[in-house]
């Protein structure tokens, strides 16, 4: 499907312009037996409802028998194809906290989370104008927990080069799906009205942040907005807003439940259809499909349409 009224993700591409990387160190049974691995675990920081939840994915040729039975032990394990994976609240952890609230400032999006040496290292992108809050929430957290640093501050090497580098060392796959508005509930969706305006925008939906009114979801655009948008920059014609598309929300909450991490997600309109691009570990793609599939048998005929599946190549980037 080619995009012809919508931004281009290498259009906004460096956009939330900061990036900041932050290690936190945890004396957890789950996080020593991260630092006995080789290579680093994956994890994934979300919310559900009040609860902020780390979901760390250990690799399972990383792993000794007995770390096996622990996980598979706990009610919150579960086995996939290729890892284990182990869920816990964190924000009831008073240092992890801090990071919840860091990760509900305006323009903040986390990126890439895993665990290395029994730290947790969060990664974030972010606009330039929130680094003063931003320091005020890092200067409580290194406050409670001494053993808090920051890995990385500084310029963002953008999304594209941060996917491009992750999948040279994990495949990832693009799963593109459209859905008709004209069956959903989108009346006064703030995103699909500035698109209906004729506004070149593109959304990056932060699928870790999500509340009653829905994921939040940046927006991008060309020129200002004479919508009612929570404005991130006026300069830079960032905006803030929320998705709560009942079908893009049921395929949220069953990607959280199926522990399927989905590394970045964007949105677009495309005349009368949401179009959502998400980017998956190839070693999960499967599974997401078939959830995808399983939704497509509960709707009418071409509701909702799968558009693209197919491995990241650099050459993508010319039409996402």
Known sequence: MEAKSSLLISEVDRKLDKMCVLALHQESPWFRMASRMEKPAPAYIFSESDKTMLQIDYPRDQLRKQDISAIMANPAGMEKRTYLTIT?????????SIVSEIMDLPSVVATNSYLSGQELFVSFRFHRSVQDDLEVHLATLFGINGRARIA????????????????????ISIVQVSLDLSS???????????????????????????????????????QRLGIPFPTLSEEDFIYESRTNIATFMEGRRMGNEARIPRLAVFLRVLKDRLVETTFIPTTEAGDYISQLFHMMSTRKKSQLRLEVFSPLQKGAWTWL
């Open 152 to 171: 990385y501050m500084g310029k963002s090497p953008g999304i594209v080069s941060m996917l491009d580098r992750l999948n040279a060392e994990t495949p």
């Open 88 to 96: 816990e609240r964190i924000n009831n952890v008073k240092h992890f």
């Open 184 to 222: 959903e509930n989108t009346s006064d969706h703030p995103m699909l009205t500035a698109a209906g305006s004729g506004a070149e925008i593109l959304g990056e939906a932060d699928l870790r942040n999500s509340a009653d009114g829905g994921a939040r979801t940046i927006i991008y655009s060309k």
